[in-house]
């Protein structure tokens, strides 16, 4: 398979580029932000994103749903991230689908997700720190487990119909085995969340587990062998974010240079000067290899390739890296008004950041590459 | 169902476990290592049997046409090819530049006599070809260069010095830019290629910083070219050297991919500095470094992927290249800094039990070139600023 998106990818892009950025481009995040809006999105941009079939995308057509690939989600969560637009496509309609996905939770939730009505939050995450130790428990209970626990940087959690959580079931914090992951309803006794405003002005909860009673039929997959899921949710989660960095990443660098042509100091335009020409062409080299590095994780992952691992940690780390300087760059040569509140590159530093940080940052996943790797 | 690719991949796949030579399945060390094939060639063990084999089947040239001894293979078969000696770690059967530079600049530039005569040739590597671009007083501003070639009837005079040229004491022949009009900068440039055993050639190697001499001075004079040699019309050699340039910046892109199998360089690190109790190399600080140089090196290793894809579908942008030719090279230095923090005293050695000729020193050393030869990183930046970006002029 070439490492270029084909016809149809082209046309999705075309459409998808359209749609998103006269939808929700980055005002209707100003909007959103400014009103302290107690959702921290539009309901009804997550129903036009069903109606256009984003949300469809990864769901089987047994399922009412496309039956693409990531590369098309890529697609979608790339102009997500060039307008800043907030929605939950990335955690419900990529991570939880891919969760769900072939097993018995496809058929209760897949209808609502491919109608644009649910929403999916993902409690995957114990410390400041993405990481694999899980410490919290689901201990078992009659017909089913009781979880007890505190998870962090749960997204929309404070308005998602479902939890994919993950929980220990036995063994020890560190152990692959042991692990079991359960979709756990939003109404369920003894879940409860602090939400907190993140620095985009997303929003994000500690959601508390106290003795949450499930049935046995909330266990996504298998009992202790919920790492297999567990990982299929995160490679789809890290590609997703690597797409939508590199959304974030380009969005600030046409941004810069749009201003490099426009701006003027000395009676010139700054882009004239080589100091920043090649910064800026420094900028675009790393985002350009950061760009294959994300079409190879998700071709890879189509293809069901046993090299996709690797490929999505250097995706994750490389996008970390790229958009980092994007966003860097992009104040810096804005000058003053970069730092203004009412200029929107700010915007786009703080959703780099996040999104960097999300599903583990580029030092998380080149520790990953070298622990493989054997060193 | 079997495609007819997959039958290629199988096909292939036995074809190179047959006929490559274990000699041949091994990383290449040094500049030494390669196999350069010309007139007089320094043969290792294996190498000219693996030369020779690829070269029956045109796989030295994969995908140029069967006409001028290439293997006729589509993108897809050159790819699974590729992809295929990449598993069984195989080396280039032959480097070349006749392969990398001229072959290209040939196969869109001359005319039908000149890829018969020369391209052949060059895909079994009996010619080794060298280049003559650079000039004493022009290296990053090219076009300003001076080595003249004045009209005889159906032959040129040149007369002039070229600087630079790279293994210009062990080529065959040259292809060269020499000036035929004062008139313009650019357009007063002719592209032509003569043997270097033409009476009044002379080579002499520069001695670099590495110890090695893979430069050369070429005088040049009032040596006979037949206008036949000229490849393209006259003064129009600008074009032939501007195409040529962007297969040269992809060939040297390549080089911040490393070798074939393994990672040398990590293995390296382990040997010297070992792992601690958790598995990890006990310099954490030099393995922070290490990883996340791995993180750019296997992305850009993508993106190599994808611009050769996008080459081959038209796609790519013209001034990717310097692009390539920019990342590729400085990833190159950053890996052989690398090498050195991780050899410690060890890599410092020229001679002694653990190192002959100073190998990691000398390729180290050797690296700095990369990033002023072919067109120098500002060069490339300038390019991608103003072609790319689009951004305005000074």
Known sequence: MPLYLNDEQVMLRDT???????????????????????????????????????????????????????????????????????????????????????TAHAERWFPGIVAGDTVAALAIDERAKHGDAIAMTAERSGNGFKLSGEKRFVTHAHVADLLIVAARTSGADVDDAGVTLFAVPKDADGLSHETERLADSSLAARSRFDRVEVDADAVIGEVDNGRVVLERLLAAGRTGASAEMLGVGGGAMDMTVAYMKERKQFGAPIGSFQALQHRAAH????????????????????????????????????????????????????????????????????????????FGDSNFHADRLARKAGY | MMTDLDQFRRDTRAWLEANCPPEMRQPVRSEKDACWGGRNPDFQPGQKEWMDAMASRGWTVPDWPTAYGGGGLSAAQTKILREEMAAIHARNPLNSFGISMLGPALLKYGNEEQKLEHLPKIARGEIRWCQGYSEPNAGSDLASLAASAEDAG????????????????????????????????????????FDMASEGVSTKPILLISGYSPFCETFMDNVKVPKANRVHAENKGWDVAKYLLGHEREMISGMGLGSTGGNPLIEGAIATIGLNDRGELADPLLRAHLALFDVRSKAFAAMSERFIDELKAGQAHPAQPSMMKYYGTELNKARHEL???????????????????????????????NSIEGGTSEVQLNIIAKRILELPGA
């Open chain 2, 339 to 369: 090498v050195m923090a991780a050899g410690g005293s060890d890599a410092l050695e020229w001679e002694s039990r653990g190192s002959s000729g100073g190998a990691k020193a000398r390729a180290w050393l050797r690296t700095k070139a």
């Open chain 1, 283 to 358: 900028l675009y080299s790393e985002m350009e290899v950061a760009r294959a590095a994300v079409l190879k994780a998700q071709q890879l992952l189509d293809a069901d390739d046993a090299r996709a691992d690797e490929a999505v940690s250097v995706a994750k780390a490389m996008t970390g890296l790229a958009a980092t300087l994007a966003v860097q760059e992009g104040i810096q040569m804005h000058g003053g008004i970069g730092m203004t509140d009412e200029y929107d590159i700010g915007f786009y530093m703080k959703r780099a950041r996040v999104l960097a940080e999300m």
């Open chain 2, 154 to 193: 159906d032959h040129y005079i040149v007369n002039g010095q070229k600087v630079w040229t790279s293994y210009a004491d062990k080529a065959d022949w040259i292809f060269c830019l020499v000036r035929t009009s004062k008139e313009s900068k650019q357009g007063g440039i002719s592209f032509v290629l």
């Open chain 1, 16 to 102: 998808t580029k359209q749609f998103v950025a006269e939808h929700a481009p980055v005002s209707h995040l100003r909007a959103l932000r400014d009103a302290n809006d107690s959702t921290g999105f539009s309901r009804d941009l997550w129903k036009q994103f069903a109606e256009m079939g984003f949300t469809s995308i990864l769901i089987g057509e047994d399922h009412g749903g496309l039956g693409l690939g990531h590369v098309e989600a890529g697609v979608v969560l790339e102009e997500i991230g060039r307008n800043l637009s907030p929605s939950p496509f990335l955690t419900t309609a990529v991570a939880a689908v891919e969760a769900l996905k072939g």
